[in-house]
Nanobody
Framework: QVQLVESGGGLVQPGGSLRLSCVGS????????VAWHRQGPGKQREFVAR???????YYSDSVKDRFTISRDDAKNTVYLQMDNLRPEDTAIYYCNTGANWLVWGQGTQVTVSS
């Protein structure tokens, strides 16, 4: 069964940090691009970050210089390190992969609030 499972979300104060993880089951990240997206309350899902198969990275302007995407192919896991979090980062965060861009996980909730 093909599955992506995100974890690591939670409640954090503005300026805080979180690290999200995404583990693939039946779908493999090695050699393909991986990405994170998010959907805030009342908003459409939007792109956050992408890590290409050759290690190139892309970030949305809203998270650039605060978020870092990385991967551990041995663990078939993708990470999103989020620093200096802001209330507007509140959203459900999802990962997906170029192995099959149509596969989505259930997401992990990130809430930034004092």
């Amino acid at each position: 069964q093909v599955q992506l499972v995100e974890s690591g979300g939670g409640l954090v104060q503005p300026g805080g940090s979180l690290r999200l993880s995404c583990v693939g089951s039946g779908i493999y990240f090695s050699g393909v691009a991986v990405a994170w997206h998010r959907q805030g309350p009342g908003k459409q899902r939007e792109f956050v970050a992408r890590l290409g198969s050759y290690g190139q990275t892309y970030y949305s302007d809203s998270v650039k210089d605060r978020f870092t995407i990385s991967r551990d192919d041995a663990k078939n896991t993708v990470y999103l390190q989020m620093d200096n979090l802001r209330p507007e980062d509140t959203a459900i965060y999802y990962c997906n992969t170029g192995a099959n861009w149509l596969v989505w996980g259930q997401g992990t909730q990130v809430t930034v609030s004092s």
